[in-house]
């Protein structure tokens, strides 16, 4: 019932940790989602009760709506409901890229399957066997239910210093050290460290010092004299 990560691999080679949601979040984002779509529910009913038979007809498409509609949509199109955005889970493929439509689709209809012989038993005891607690829609589908990154801190303050490049640099890898000092402040600094160690030959340092001084040559290289 622990959450866990599954490692994939992108075509460039470029490893990915996902990390994939337990039972435990997976059930409460869906009971928040079934008092969202209970509350709509109850909003409209009045109002379509004042309607008669014509009422009677909308209110069971609404139920429509609200019990199949809604939850495919909403992944579909933002990869989460409600209720996962509140508790900060989201479908994604096996492969980490976005939800498509028809993913979507199959691991809903699926959830008939899952919730036999009650109580999303099923389900239950899928997602208990499977490593990344996945349950029989997500398996068929081909989904995964992760937990979303926290936002990234507030971007630190570009540095004012200027280094001249130690080494002639090519036009690419000019492009290179520039990007790098244009894309790292949204970085966490562990992987700052870790992109800034490659290009240390340049830097002459490693940790914290040479991102200090890939960030100050950049700046040479802009005119930031």
């Not at 909403?74 to 900060?88: F, P, Y």
């Not at 939800?99 to 699926?110: D, Q, T």
């Not at 589908?141 to 801190?153: D, E, K, M, N």
Request: net charge positive; with cysteine; proline share 10%.
């Amino acid at each position: 019932m622990l959450d866990t990560f599954r490692e994939v691999v992108t075509p460039e080679g470029v490893p990915l940790q996902l990390p994939a949601a337990g039972p435990v979040p997976r059930a409460l984002a869906w009971l928040l989602d079934l008092v969202v779509r209970f509350g709509v529910l109850a909003l409209m009913s009045p109002l379509l009760a004042a309607l008669g038979g014509l009422g009677r007809g909308l209110y069971l498409g609404l139920m429509f709506l609200m019990f199949w509609a809604y939850p495919i949509v909403l992944e579909a199109w933002h990869g989460r409901t409600l209720g996962k955005r509140a508790l900060g889970l989201r479908v994604v493929a096996r492969d980490g890229a976005p939800l498509g439509w028809m993913p979507a689709i199959v691991r809903n209809l699926l959830r008939t399957v899952d919730m036999l012989p009650f109580g999303y038993a099923l389900g239950l005891v899928a997602c208990l066997c499977d490593r990344h607690g996945r349950r029989l829609g997500d398996l068929v589908a081909g989904t995964l239910v992760v937990h979303t990154p926290a936002p990234p801190a507030t971007p630190p303050a570009r540095i004012d210093t200027v280094l001249a490049p130690p080494l002639p640099l090519q036009p690419a890898e000019q492009m290179a050290v520039i990007a790098f000092a244009d894309r790292a402040p949204a970085l966490a600094g562990p992987r700052q460290c870790e992109l800034a160690d490659i290009a240390s030959p340049l830097s002459q340092a490693q940790g914290n010092i040479g991102v200090l001084r890939l960030y100050a040559i950049a700046n040479w290289l802009l005119g930031r004299r």
